[in-house]
């Protein structure tokens, strides 16, 4: 069976995926920031600790993965930071706090895995993203923090796509839905299980032609 890592796997969407690919069988890495999960989903998982703010723990999750094949990665780790900053009182500290985890870790965790992902004969790296990164679809402003840094790392996601074509890596965003986790509060439109169920489809699917694009979780392409 394949093998998946899933980064920011404690709760929500992340906790989700790790669940529904063990289940069906695939050798699953996981890494959350304490290192183990309270909940523990059957199957053949394997924890990490990971801090994707700090170069130092992105490193050593490359040192203990080092050698081993990666088929698919889901970088799920996200925060939605400050929602209501105004032009009138910028938070700065907040701002860079939220890029440095949606924007910066992605490419650094892409950087750090590499050479797994070319192990693996599916080299898939998949981020979550948001809609509401998508600057066609953004009728309803506010939100600042969130949305520069979904939009950001759409942008960078797009680049990687272009920049690892000779590797034959597919780099996609993905809109995971609306979902009731933490972070999507009690009246999202879709529970995690839904959403990685969708998710996990579309992976499945995915091909040199899908990769450097924008995808809502039902596959629906999502304009930047
Ligand atoms: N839920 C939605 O409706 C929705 C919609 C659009 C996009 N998304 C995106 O989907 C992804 C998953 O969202 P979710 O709803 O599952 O969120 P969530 O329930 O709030 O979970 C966020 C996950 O990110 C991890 N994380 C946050 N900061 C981290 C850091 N510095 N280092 C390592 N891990 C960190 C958290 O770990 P800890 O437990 O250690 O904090 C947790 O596992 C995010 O990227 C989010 O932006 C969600």
Same mark, same amino acid.
């Given at each position: 069976?394949?093998?998946?890592?899933?980064?920011?796997?404690?709760?929500?969407?992340?906790?989700? *995926?790790?669940? /529904?690919?063990?289940?069906?069988?695939?050798?699953?890495?996981?890494?959350?920031?304490? @290192?183990?999960?309270? /909940?523990?989903?059957?199957?053949?998982?394997?924890?990490?600790?990971?801090?994707?703010?700090? /170069?130092?723990?992105?490193?050593?999750?490359?040192?203990?993965?080092?050698? /081993?094949?990666?088929?698919?990665?889901?970088?799920?780790? @996200?925060?939605?930071?400050?929602?209501?900053?105004?032009?009138?009182?910028?938070?700065?500290?907040?701002?860079?706090?939220?890029?440095?985890?949606? #924007?910066?870790?992605?490419?650094?965790?892409?950087?750090?895995?590499?050479?797994?992902?070319?192990? $693996?004969?599916?080299?898939?790296?998949?981020?979550?993203?948001?809609?509401?990164?998508?600057?066609?679809?953004?009728? #309803?402003?506010?939100?600042?923090?969130?949305?520069?840094?979904?939009?950001?790392?759409?942008?960078?996601?797009?680049?990687?796509?272009?920049?690892?074509?000779?590797? $034959?890596?597919?780099?996609?965003? *993905?809109?995971?839905?609306?979902?009731?986790?933490?972070? $999507?509060?009690?009246? @999202?439109?879709?529970?995690?299980?839904?959403?990685?169920?969708?998710?996990?489809?579309?992976?499945?699917?995915? #091909?040199?032609?899908?990769? $450097?694009? *924008? *995808?809502?979780?039902?596959? #629906?392409?999502?304009?930047?």
């Amino acid at each position: 069976m394949p093998t998946v890592l899933i980064v920011g796997a404690s709760r929500g969407i992340g906790l989700e *995926f790790v669940r /529904q690919y063990a289940a069906e069988g695939w050798t699953v890495h996981a890494t959350n920031r304490a @290192g183990k999960s309270d /909940q523990q989903p059957a199957g053949n998982i394997t924890w990490h600790p990971l801090e994707v703010r700090e /170069q130092a723990s992105i490193d050593a999750l490359a040192a203990a993965l080092k050698g /081993q094949s990666i088929d698919v990665a889901v970088l799920c780790a @996200g925060v939605m930071g400050p929602r209501t900053m105004v032009p009138e009182a910028i938070d700065r500290t907040a701002w860079a706090d939220v890029l440095a985890i949606n #924007t910066m870790a992605p490419l650094a965790v892409a950087g750090a895995i590499r050479p797994n992902l070319l192990l $693996g004969s599916q080299r898939k790296l998949v981020a979550l993203s948001s809609r509401l990164g998508s600057i066609a679809c953004n009728e #309803t402003g506010s939100t600042y923090i969130y949305r520069s840094s979904k939009a950001a790392l759409n942008a960078v996601w797009r680049t990687l796509s272009i920049d690892t074509r000779g590797d $034959g890596l597919i780099c996609t965003v *993905f809109h995971p839905g609306w979902v009731r986790t933490d972070m $999507g509060g009690p009246n @999202g439109e879709i529970s995690p299980e839904e959403s990685v169920a969708g998710l996990r489809k579309q992976i499945a699917g995915l #091909t040199m032609a899908e990769s $450097g694009r *924008f *995808f809502n979780y039902d596959g #629906t392409e999502l304009p930047w």
